[in-house]
């Protein structure tokens, strides 16, 4: 069964960094492409970056240079590191196993001042 377990996120202010983890479980997370997903309230989900097997990111755009995705093959664990955040970044955030679209139960990030 796969199985996906975020954490990390929080209460932040504007500017603020936070690191968002994702353990999994249930299938080869070596050899899966991943991904970070959020919805803010009211939305629908957005991508937010993708990373390869081998560890290659890929990022939207308007995301370049605040996220920053990355992956540990040993520990089976995903994360994001989000810097600069904004009140916009309001969000549960969600880790994705891409062939599938599993995703896990979210953690929620919320920017405030």
């Known amino acids: 069964e796969v199985q996906l377990v975020e954490s990390g996120g929080g209460l932040v202010q504007p500017g603020g960094s936070l690191r968002l983890s994702c353990v999994a479980s249930g299938f080869a997370f070596g050899t899966s492409a991943m991904s970070w997903v959020r919805q803010a309230p009211g939305k629908g989900l957005e991508w937010v970056s993708g990373?390869?097997?081998?560890?290659?990111?890929t990022y939207p755009n308007s995301l370049k240079g605040r996220f920053t995705i990355s992956r540990d093959n040993a520990k089976n664990t995903l994360y994001l590191q989000l810097n600069s955040l904004k009140i916009d970044d309001t969000a549960m955030y969600f880790c994705?196993?891409?062939?599938?679209?599993?995703r896990g139960q979210g953690t929620q990030v919320t920017v405030s001042s």
């Open positions: 994705r196993k891409d062939a599938g679209n599993y």
């Open positions: 990373i390869s097997p081998s560890g290659s990111p």
